[in-house]
């Protein structure tokens, strides 16, 4: 039987996405944001999905949602933006506090292990008593280990993203783990061209395929990369919308989006090189042969819909597709987000990278199925 997990603040999945790579299934997804989740259905169909405060859910509700199961996990990234170090560092932003609760609901649904994600920001000073606050929470039933640091390059995806990895286990469950468990795990790092060099470019006709997502025709290419060639296969039969497995199989891939510029603009980015940034929307370039910057999401309607930077193509001068900021984080070529610009940039700036969230559940996993066979789980 597969182990399990809930996912809080869910976004678009790309925790769970990861889980699932790792062998874990997930029970029920939860997050206030009817937006960054307006995929699920597609690409998670037999997950349940819940809009809901977790600041406000109580141990009656995970009865009726979890119906008798009890999770191995919990996995979850509580929204960042105030402890953010890009734009406005607010450490009395509201959203903080949902750390705190992250912890709580934790402890409510008492699973065998917890991983929380978040920003680098939230070890500063001004904030971290939001991340201590969790720390204290979390202790009541659990081994927490310090506080990680961990780049998701270091795990095999093509960029560099930062992010804050906090742990924790039940000592009496048999489960033992360490940060040592969690060190890096690829010796050559992933290219933005082995990333994206072979996906069409926006400038090639496009289809609006089902649901308003744009759709185009993978080029000819005589050499896929391993990590081209692994985004592109297709899930298990427990993952994926059937219609886009059929576009995959037929050579088209989602994401295609054109994002349209003035032609000063153009000659403007024809101009940047790369591994630099514009001087005037200061979207950094991307190099080929480098490891792309940290994507931003940008912000909801709540905080005034501001559009997130976007990097520039490395040959063309334009800004990247929703696809190949999709292969920059992780995400399979057959998951797909929302048919507007805005909100998949968001869904993609949001969410952990599968691949990295699946390489630190798997540690996870081994050793709780280590534990099984030696009969202490």
């Not at 292990?113 to 201590?132: P, R």
Request: one cysteine or more.
């Amino acid at each position: 039987m597969n182990k399990t997990v809930v996912d809080l603040c869910c976004g678009a999945g790309g925790f769970s996405l990861g889980a699932h790579l790792a062998g874990f299934s997930t029970l029920a997804a939860v997050d206030i944001d009817q937006d960054l989740t307006s995929s699920w259905r597609m690409n998670f169909p037999g997950t349940k999905v819940l809009h809901a405060d977790i600041q406000k859910l109580d141990e009656r509700f995970w009865q009726v949602v979890l119906d008798g199961r009890q999770p191995d996990g919990v996995i979850g990234g509580p929204p960042c933006q105030g402890f953010s170090r890009i734009g406005k560092r607010d450490s009395s932003d509201p959203r903080n506090s949902l750390v705190v609760a992250f912890a709580n609901q934790v402890n409510i649904i008492s699973p065998l292990f917890f991983v929380m994600e978040n920003v680098e920001g939230i070890l500063d000073s001004q904030n971290k008593k939001s991340l201590d606050a969790a720390l204290e929470v979390f202790k009541k039933q659990y081994v927490v280990l310090k506080p990680m640091v961990l780049n998701a390059s270091d795990y095999g995806v093509p960029t560099n993203r930062k992010r804050v990895v906090v742990v924790g286990y039940k000592s009496h469950s048999g489960l033992s783990l360490k940060e040592a468990d969690f060190s890096s795990t690829v010796d050559r790092k992933v290219t933005v061209r082995s990333a994206i060099s072979d996906l069409p470019s926006p400038s090639i006709a496009v289809l609006k395929g089902e649901e308003g997502f744009h759709v185009g025709k993978y080029p000819r290419t005589i050499v896929l990369s391993d990590y081209a060639s692994f985004l592109r296969s297709l899930p298990n039969d427990e993952l994926g919308d059937q219609y886009f497995k059929n576009k995959i199989t037929q050579g088209y891939v989602t994401g295609l989006n054109f994002t349209k510029h003035t032609l000063e603009v153009q000659n403007r980015f024809k101009k940047v090189v790369p591994g630099k940034v514009d001087s005037v929307s200061r979207f950094p370039r991307l190099k080929w042969d480098a490891q792309a910057p940290t994507l931003r999401a940008g912000t909801g309607k709540d905080k005034g819909s501001f559009q997130s930077v976007r990097p520039i193509h490395p040959e063309q001068p334009r800004v990247i597709t929703i696809r190949e900021a999709a292969r920059i984080q992780g995400f399979p070529d057959w998951f797909v987000f929302h048919p507007t610009i805005w909100h998949s940039f968001r869904m993609i700036g949001n969410s952990v990278s599968p691949i990295f969230a699946e390489n630190v559940l798997n540690v996870i996993l081994k050793k709780l199925n280590t534990e099984r066979e030696l009969g202490k789980g």
